[in-house]
Structure formats: C-alpha cells, structure tokens
C-alpha cells in the first residue's frame, strides 16, 4: 500500500534520515524544512502528518490547528525534543493521534507509522475503498470517507473523535470499560492515564449532542439508542 506522508522537520539531517527510511517501506513521502511550506499543501490532504513542534517560524500547534480545520480526519503524529509530558498533553489536546519524544531510533517511528496508517485505514487500498454510509439519525456516517454530517453539514470530528463514535455504534448497548476503550483507540502498546478516554468522550458529546453517551459509574461508557 502506497500511502502519502507529510514529513515536517526543520533539521536537514534527521529530515533527509528519517525520509530514507519511511521510503524505505514503500510510502510516498515529502518532506518539509518549515511550517510555512507545510502550510502551502495542507489542503492536498495526505493519508498522515508527522510534525515536529519546534519549527522556526509557524510552530507545530499552530500548523495542526490548522490542518485539523482542514482536514479533521487525517492522523497526526507529533515529535518533540522539548518537554515531553507537557508536549503529550497539548498534543493530544489538539487531536494528534501519536506522540515520539526526541530522541528516538527511525525504526520506532516507522513502526508507529506503520501501526498507525493499518488503524485508520483497515489495511484497505484507499483507491479501492468501497463507500459504506450508514445512518445513526440524526448524524449520517461515510465510514469510508470517515466522514459524519447532519442535515448535509459535516461534524468536524479529529481522527480518534471517529474512531470512538464508531466503536460506540458498533458496540450500541454493550457497556465499554475505559480499558477496552484505550486499547482499541491508542492501540495496546499506549502507556498512561486512563483518563484521556474521559477527554475524548467529552469533546466527542460536545460535538455530537444527539449520541447518547452514558456514563456508566466506576466502569466505563455505553451508547444507547436515541
């Protein structure tokens, strides 16, 4: 599978380096020295970014918001060398989908990417996906196109924010430990606080009001019908 990556790192070194070895899985990779080239592409929409947050001019915060504005549904993953906790939280605050704290081997970010692109896109050939609509009145969903409208205007959902809606509804009724919820969004490997799924949850209500999410009290979450 040929997907499309958008590598932006302001050192030359390690941008050219860690582009070999993304090429080297057969992906098609272009690659940026400053957020101001990656801001010229944005609407060319790759399968994922890979951002660093410290650039000399428009910093990584600045560049996914606006990626998120326009593209909503494709995967981020962040690199830092700056502080990584803190980094983690905003990262994920602002819907990035993976977080590497510099330094760290190319094979790692490569594994990750890897794990990634399989998540969101199923292992499918993205040309050859067929379109799958269903409907959750009111919001009617393009799993496919991994896009949710209602009333023809489209819910600007980040990649996990579907990812989540999707597994309620496909899990409509069924109780979800916060647990199973962690491992099917941020994958087995994820270590740290259960309660991120919480965050999720609540900015996926906030934008989807009419999904009725309960709060099952010292378990987890469930989807019950409308």
């Known amino acids: 599978m040929s997907y499309r990556i958008f590598l932006v790192e302001d050192d030359g070194n390690l941008n050219a380096l860690l582009a070999s070895y993304l090429n080297k899985e057969g992906w098609e990779v272009h690659t940026f020295l400053t957020g101001e080239e990656a801001r010229q592409v944005i609407y060319d929409r790759p399968h994922l970014w890979i951002l660093d947050i410290m650039l000399p001019d428009v910093d990584g915060y600045q560049l996914i918001s606006e990626i998120k504005a326009v593209s909503p549904d494709i995967p981020v993953i ?21 977080y590497l704290p510099k330094p760290f081997l190319p094979r790692e970010l490569v594994i990750r990417t890897r794990k990634l692109l399989e998540r969101i896109y199923n292992n499918t050939s993205v040309t050859s996906i067929s379109t799958k609509v269903f409907s959750h009145p009111p919001y009617l969903i393009d799993e496919s196109r991994r896009i949710v409208t209602i009333q023809n205007e489209k819910v600007e959902l980040t990649s996990k924010e579907f990812d989540l809606m999707l597994f309620f509804i496909k899990n409509q009724g069924q109780a979800l430990l916060r647990e199973q919820i962690l491992n099917h969004i941020w994958g087995e490997d994820y270590f740290g606080t259960d309660r991120v799924v919480d965050d999720l949850v609540r900015r996926l209500r906030k934008k989807m009001p009419d999904l009725r999410i309960e709060t099952v009290y010292g378990y987890g979450y469930r989807l019950v019908k409308a």
Do not use: P, Q, T
């Open 78 to 98: 962040f690199i830092s060398a700056r502080d990584a906790g803190l980094d983690r939280v905003i990262g994920l605050e602002k819907g990035c989908d993976d």
